[in-house]
C-alpha cells in the first residue's frame, strides 16, 4: 500500500513574498531551513537575544510538531544559536513564525533579510494522558539525577 507523505501546509506574509520558501539544502537533509524577514539589517552584539520573523506562518496535522534549531555554521562560525533550542511550533499554532536567537560569539554578529538562521525539523508527536498516582513504580537508578551514572 502507498502511503502519501504528511503535508506541511505554509502561507506567506504579504512582506515576505521575495522571500525563499524553507527548503533542504540536500536531498538527505532533516531539516528546513528559514529564512530573515527584517527591513534593515540587525547587529546582535555579544550576549544579546534577538526575535527575527521569517515571515511564514504553517498548519500541521495533529500529532506533530515543528521543532526549530540552530544552524551548525552559525553555531560553530558566530556562537548564534537557538536560545530555546528546540523551540516547538504546535499544530494548531497559526501565528508568524519567529526565531529566537542569542549571539554567544566573541564578536557582533549581523544579519540581513533573507539570512538562513536557523532550521525547521518536523517530528511526531505522542499524545499521552497524564494519570496521577500515589506512588511511581521502582527502578534501580529510582531517583538518582545529575551525575549519577557516572562519567
Not at 24 to 50: F, H, N, W
Not at 56 to 83: C, D, M, T, W
Not at 121 to 139: G, S
Request: net charge neutral.
Amino acid at each position: 500500500m502507498l502511503s502519501l507523505p504528511k503535508q506541511c501546509l505554509l502561507e506567506r506574509t504579504s512582506d515576505a513574498i521575495d522571500l525563499p520558501l524553507p527548503k533542504r539544502q540536500t536531498r538527505s537533509a532533516a531539516g528546513v531551513d528559514l529564512y530573515a524577514k527584517i527591513s534593515e539589517p540587525v547587529i546582535m552584539e555579544k550576549g544579546e537575544c534577538v526575535l527575527i520573523p521569517t515571515g511564514i506562518k504553517i498548519a500541521l496535522p495533529f500529532g506533530y510538531e515543528a521543532q526549530i534549531r540552530s544552524r551548525s555554521g552559525l553555531a560553530l562560525n558566530h556562537g548564534v544559536v537557538v536560545l530555546n533550542s528546540p523551540g516547538t511550533i504546535d499544530a494548531d499554532y497559526r501565528g508568524e513564525i519567529k526565531v529566537l536567537l542569542i549571539n554567544h560569539g566573541f564578536d557582533n554578529f549581523e544579519i540581513k533579510r533573507g539570512d538562513r538562521i536557523a532550521q525547521m525539523i518536523f517530528a511526531k508527536v505522542e499524545m499521552m494522558t497524564i494519570r496521577e498516582i500515589e506512588k511511581l513504580p521502582e527502578t534501580k537508578r529510582d531517583d538518582g539525577g545529575f551525575g549519577s551514572t557516572g562519567v
